[in-house]
């Protein structure tokens, strides 16, 4: 089983819709968890991290988190063209220290 | 604030050389990670540093090496090149156990 997983996609939303992406996790232990989103040819630029079960907001960014479930989701409320990019779900797992354990990445398509 | 920066921005390298990158963290970052970025492969850790000293390592072969300066700068070195070493190199630093934030990255090509 890999260690974090996310549906590759694309999700393709139109203008204005919800997007809901989706992430889940093997290590029970993990603690911390992160959205980064990534446009074509750039680096991961950090849009949302969350610690604590529940929703954290932030402007049109949701993250909620069920350590239980082991599942991590970001939506994105009133979605734009420009949030078209691939948004990386990532773990800080006890197995690998603090380094960032990845998934593959759900590319988000938003059409106008 | 200046944000994490890395250089040089991209690199043509053949099969068996070495190759240098470097990254300068955010200022009052102590911690320097290393990620490759391989195509189909997604984000893999390669290390991580802080106050000097090399914390972690991912699953990579030691020809993949580095170091970090008292500055908190760091180099990451790798041996040997192989066809498959081919991909974006990222650094990040983090002021804590947490965030990590990236630099634009070194797109490493090996012929």
């Known amino acids: 089983q890999k260690e974090v997983e996310q549906n590759s996609g694309p999700l393709s939303v139109p203008e204005g819709a919800i997007a809901s992406l989706n992430c889940t996790y093997s290590?029970?232990?993990?603690?911390?968890f992160f959205w980064y989103r990534q446009y074509s040819g750039k680096s991961p630029e950090l849009i949302m991290s969350i610690y604590s079960n529940g929703d954290k907001e932030d402007g049109r960014f949701t993250a909620q988190l069920n350590k239980a479930s082991q599942y991590v989701s970001l939506l994105i409320r009133d979605s734009q063209p420009s949030d078209s990019a691939t948004y990386l779900c990532?773990?800080?797992?006890?197995?690998?220290?603090?380094?960032?354990?990845f998934g593959k990445g759900t590319t988000l398509s938003v059409s106008s | 604030e200046a944000g994490v920066t890395q250089s040089p921005t991209h690199l043509i390298k053949t099969r068996g050389q070495q190759v240098t990158l470097r990254c300068s963290p955010i200022s009052g970052h102590t911690s320097v990670y290393w990620y490759q970025q391989a195509l189909g492969l997604g984000l893999q850790f390669l290390l991580w540093?802080?106050?000097?000293?090399?914390?972690n390592r991912g699953n990579f072969p030691p020809r993949f090496s580095g170091r970090q300066f008292p500055n908190y700068s760091s180099e990451l070195n790798v041996n040997a090149l192989e066809l498959e070493d081919s991909a974006l190199y990222l650094c990040a630093s983090s002021p804590d156990v947490a965030s990590q934030y990236f630099g634009p990255g070194t797109r490493l090509l090996v012929l």
């Open positions: 990532a773990v800080i797992s006890r197995q690998a220290g603090t380094a960032l354990i």
């Open positions: 540093y802080d106050e000097g000293e090399e914390r």
């Open positions: 290590d029970r232990g993990s603690q911390s």
